[in-house]
């Protein structure tokens, strides 16, 4: 039996017929095949980001932008991860587009869940904890980001899920990985971390028909700066605080007060760009719960209602700048970033953490030095 | 009414400052006004179209921006009830919590223990009897609406109450008063946004005074806006609709086998082209507005619609009202209200009684008052668009005439509503046309009555009424005044004075009118 062909195009994805390949690619081993030039036209943009420069050797896509910080992003990217065919994909996983998250999402309307969807979140946040404690058990001086989202890739599979991410608005890569200045929506490429690093996973998963979303900051070796640890623990801290206040009745405003709270008394900043959001059915839906101080996000708690809490911490300021792949965005002065996010539930007293550590989780706190 | 005080100006500030609101001190200040409470005055010479405001719809209180927005999508709340259970919540279970509070706190229910509420509310009501707010507007009558609100607001409460662990309202929900007060807070300052807020309480823009003829400002926001998540334009659910229908689409065609399908390799004459062409790329500038990231669409505006020189107060219009209908929605009235009006419709009523004046008044309400209107709308071109207007709302009245064709004395048939003197002393036109008919003898009378529905064929004998008062007319009228007319009662508030005083010199006004044409 011929194998199935789909269209490499992120924005196309179809079941396709058509032999016509990419000659850069194929000079270079990997097979692309567009259903017609049209496709290969519509989708050049994100597919050339896997064509190796002249030299063959990782290089810097955008030598013209001015980056802010030390990162740079290191391409080629690898092709677009295989996902076998008995798991089910969410419905952005062909073209890129999350239709019944836009359609269904209303801003006012904050799902709450039954005991029997609870449960299949519970089981797709307990997956989520597994697959991100196996990639940072991974972490090290030298392994590069791309490194890292295979195993995620791989382990996500392997539990019959899809890396949620995965071609979400045509991302292209199955977790984001945000090291140093880069707040979050890092693209997992050839860049290899160092000692010294900080590099948050932000791993989320489908499973069943829902939706589990995590992230973690881990420290790249031993020798850390004190300024690092501050802001890592920071961060780390913020959620902490947040989650202790998450029970029925709570104004989602608050949390933000809460966070920037934390943040200021250790001479931390808050983004204001991402927010945290609802989960479950969707990958991202209502509520949206802004980190920082006197928001005035509508919405109260109520219990069944699943959604995430992830402030991201500056180490200077708040403000953001979004690089030239429409997804990284880092520190507007360059300075470090870690961001810390639990899946949660409103219980009928308070709050479960649903992507909970467990004792052998990697990574963890660190003392703070003077 | 409900007037923001001075102590609280700063919080309102601060809270338009925190939204990156647009409200330069340099052009405007905020002071106490001739014309009661706080007014918005010009800090220099202003010129027409200036923006004095801009905030985003953001920082305007909706009962989809409060903090039980969800509670009441829950609930199918929508509308006014929405945004006041929205309001009791905001200001009395989360307060300081809030950051909302700054700005929802200078909104007051009461002054110095006392609630402001409606007219219907007061423990002097009954000295308002008889006058035009009782007669034409019912204001003193209960208001279902606001008593079932109530009820649902209680029963929410306790819902919420167990099921959120919200604790219950009682400050503002322990008596109907009170609810009603917040209520009547509301209804004094709200603005209608858009079909996604719907009607909402904006900072400073609630400050600005009315003025009952010339208005400098006017209050803009765009109303057409996405319902489900309130953006302008594209939204991503206009987006996901449109992708939708496309995909459908698709699967049509689909279902035929793959048509086109490449083979070989993608010629690098191609990859060249698209090499060439990414360098063009630009993107497209979004439109900057006065509120740092925030689009122009996503904001609400005062813009002034004339000049003001400096030093001068910038008045808005809340609408044409009626002293009667300010102090019910608004609680305040104004002296020498253009607008104002003292209505005859009962005592006209008690008159129709008449067997021989009753033929006349049947025949005028179901023929001859739809058809002056018509004639009125052919022949009065200058105020043609006025006339279209009153027209369409009129035929919606006919319609539900027809229903309630029996409780005549439970709800004004529009016809009689408009049986009102006006502020120069005169009877509106169809008050006119109608005394007219009245006063007609047999002859004329008969004339009438052979009028056919089509007004254009009979020609223009319905505007035989369109006439100065005649004689026998400005009797009947005369009278109808005469026995209007009531001693002024010293009732206890200030704003329902003016009212009274108002209607009186109207009927007087009439009196004079009247007599120096007999």
Redesign the interface.
């Known amino acids: 039996m011929a194998e199935v062909v789909y269209c490499a195009g992120l924005q196309c994805g179809k079941r396709?017929?058509?032999?016509?390949?990419?000659?850069?690619c194929?000079k270079n081993g990997i097979t692309s095949v567009?259903?017609?030039?049209t496709c290969?036209?519509e989708n050049?943009?994100s597919h050339?980001a896997l064509h190796p420069n002249e030299k063959n050797e990782p290089y810097d896509p955008f030598p013209k932008f001015k980056y802010t910080g030390g990162m740079r992003a290191s391409y080629p990217l690898t092709p677009k991860r295989y996902i076998p065919e008995d798991i089910e994909k969410p419905d952005w996983s062909a073209n890129g587009?999350p239709?019944s998250e836009?359609?269904n999402?209303?801003?006012?309307?904050?799902p709450t869940y039954t005991k029997e969807e609870i449960k299949k979140i519970r089981k797709a946040c307990m997956m989520g904890r597994e697959i991100i404690d196996v990639a940072a058990a991974a972490i090290r001086p030298g392994i590069t980001t791309d490194e890292l989202d295979e195993i995620v890739h791989r382990e996500t599979i392997e539990r019959k899920a899809y890396p949620s991410p995965l071609n979400y608005y045509n991302y292209p890569k199955s977790v984001c990985i945000s090291v140093n200045e880069v707040i979050c929506h890092g693209i997992p490429d050839k860049t290899v971390l160092k000692e010294g690093d900080i590099v948050n996973l932000d791993v989320s998963l489908y499973y069943m028909g829902f939706h589990a979303d995590l992230n973690e900051t881990y420290y790249v070796g031993e020798n850390i700066s004190k300024e690092a640890i501050n802001t890592v623990e920071t961060a780390r801290e913020c959620l902490k605080n947040a989650i202790k206040h998450c029970?029925?009745?709570t104004?989602f405003?608050?949390l933000g007060d809460i966070i920037e709270k934390h943040a200021t008394e250790n001479k931390c900043s808050v983004v204001k760009s991402y927010c945290g959001h609802g989960v479950g059915r969707f990958f991202h839906c209502?509520?949206s719960i802004p980190h920082y101080a006197?928001?005035?996000t509508?919405?109260?708690?109520?219990?069944g209602m699943v959604f995430t809490v992830e402030p991201m911490i500056n180490e200077g300021v708040w403000r953001d700048a979004t690089w030239p792949d429409d997804w990284t965005s880092v520190t507007q002065d360059g300075k470090l970033s870690a961001q810390f996010e639990h899946t949660l539930l409103v219980t009928d007293n308070g709050v479960e953490i649903l992507t909970a550590r467990n004792k052998k989780s990697p990574g963890g706190p660190r003392q703070r030095t003077k | 009414m409900a007037s923001t005080i001075s102590e609280d100006l700063p919080g309102v500030l601060g809270f338009v400052e925190d939204c990156k609101g647009f409200f330069p001190g340099s052009k405007c200040l905020v002071k106490r006004s001739p014309v009661g409470g706080l007014g918005v005055f010009a800090q220099c010479d202003l010129n027409e179209g200036e923006t004095l405001l801009q905030l985003p719809k953001s920082a305007v209180f909706s009962a989809s921006n409060s903090s039980i927005s969800n509670l009441l999508v829950d609930s199918e709340l929508d509308g006014m009830l929405a945004l006041t259970i929205a309001f009791v919540y905001e200001t009395t279970v989360f307060q300081e919590r809030s950051h909302w509070w700054p700005y929802l706190k200078s909104v007051k229910i009461e002054e110095a223990g006392s609630l402001y509420l409606p007219p219907n509310y007061w423990p002097d009501r009954d000295m308002l009897k008889g006058f035009t707010l009782d007669t034409l507007y019912q204001g003193l009558d209960p208001e279902p609406d606001i008593q079932q609100g109530f009820q649902i607001a209680l029963e929410l409460a306790h819902r919420w109450n167990k099921e959120v662990g919200i604790p219950i309202p009682w400050k503002y929900l322990d008596n109907l008063e009170k609810f009603v007060a917040c209520a009547y807070a509301i209804s004094s300052r709200v603005f209608e946004i858009d079909n996604y807020h719907e009607s909402g309480l904006v900072p400073i823009a609630d400050l600005f005074n009315h003025h009952v003829s010339t208005p400098d400002v006017r209050f803009v926001s765009l109303y057409d806006v996405c319902s489900e998540c309130g953006e302008p334009g594209m939204c991503r659910h206009l987006v996901a609709e449109a992708l939708e229908e496309e995909q459908e689409q698709e699967q049509e065609r689909e279902k035929k086998p793959p048509s086109k399908s490449g083979d070989g390799l993608i010629d690098m004459q191609l990859i060249k082209e698209l090499e060439s062409q990414e360098e063009e790329e630009v993107t497209n500038p979004k439109e900057k507005g006065l509120v740092e990231g925030v689009q122009p669409d996503d904001c609400v505006d005062i813009v002034l619609t004339q000049s003001v020189p400096k030093g001068q107060e910038i008045f808005n219009s809340y609408g044409d009202y009626s002293n009667a209908l300010l102090l019910a929605r608004y609680g305040f009235c104004v002296e020498n209200n253009p607008w104002d009006v003292a209505y005859l419709g009962r005592d006209l009523l008690k008159l129709l009684k008449d067997k021989r004046l009753a033929l006349r008044a049947r025949w005028w309400k179901h023929l001859g008052y739809p058809l002056y209107n018509k004639w009125c709308a052919l022949n009065k071109e200058q105020d043609e668009q006025e006339e279209e207007d009153k027209e369409e709302e009129e035929e919606d009245h006919d319609e539900e005439e027809e229903d309630d064709e029996n409780d005549e004395e439970d709800d004004e048939p529009y016809w009689l509503t408009v049986m009102c003197i006006d502020c120069n002393g005169e009877p509106s036109s169809p008050m006119r046309a109608l005394l007219n008919l009245l006063a007609f003898n047999d002859r004329d009378w008969n004339k009438l009555r052979s009028i056919e529905q089509d007004v254009e064929s009979t020609g223009d004998k319905i505007g035989l009424l369109d006439k100065p008062l005649s004689k026998g007319a400005r009797k009947i009228l005369l009278n109808l005044v005469h026995k209007r007319k009531r001693p002024v009662p010293q009732i206890n508030n200030a704003a329902a004075r003016i009212m009274l005083e108002s209607e009186r010199k109207i009927l007087e006004k009439a009196e004079h009118y009247l007599n120096s044409n007999l």
């Open positions: 396709t017929d058509s032999t016509l390949k990419c000659p850069i194929l567009f259903c017609d030039d290969y036209k050049y943009k050339k587009m239709i836009q359609r999402d209303r801003l006012n309307k904050i029970k029925p009745g104004p405003q608050e209502a509520p006197r928001n005035r509508p919405g109260v708690m109520r219990p």
